[in-house]
């Protein structure tokens, strides 16, 4: 799933780094969480192979359409998606640290889980929360949509 996320901001970077949608800052937004989508894919493989796991990669990814996510859509898209894999974490993270049946309990799972997604999960969910939230305000009070979208992704760009 993390790999598969990380094609799909890289999908959504790249659509906003090309001549017709040039907004550098929402390229920079997408490029730094495909960054650590890879990342956090890399280190899963690490840790449940250092353990004995074996690894499936799933080949299936979201069917997103860039062409149809303007700025705005593409927040939404991108809370969405880490809200998915929170949830799915917590999922994963109930199942190690509460399991009903001994053979599945593992405190190693749990704190690997919780050391390295939890917080970092929590902290991009705000983020892009707000960000949305922003962009939606700022369209509302701007003189125009254009100016506004442009000076949100001059923000972007800082961040």
């Known amino acids: 799933a993390e790999f598969a996320r990380s094609y799909d901001y890289l999908l959504l970077a790249s659509n906003f780094g090309t001549f017709k949608d040039n907004r550098p800052g929402f ?21 449940v192979t250092k353990r004995g796991g074996k690894v499936k990669l799933d080949n299936s990814h979201s069917k997103i359409t860039t062409a149809e996510l303007n700025e705005a859509k593409s927040l939404t898209y991108a809370l969405d998606t880490e809200k998915r894999m929170a949830i799915e974490t917590h999922r994963i993270h109930e199942h190690a640290s509460h399991a009903k049946c001994p053979a599945d309990y593992d405190p190693s799972l749990s704190h690997f889980v919780e050391e390295k997604y939890f917080e970092d999960q929590t902290e991009t969910i705000r983020k892009l929360a707000g960000y949305g939230n922003d962009l939606k305000q700022m369209w509302k009070e701007a003189p125009t949509k254009q100016l506004a979208t442009y000076l949100f992704d001059e923000y972007l760009q800082k961040q």
């Open 27 to 47: 390229h920079k937004l997408y490029k730094d969480l495909s960054d650590k989508a890879w990342k956090n894919g890399t280190e899963l493989i690490k840790y």
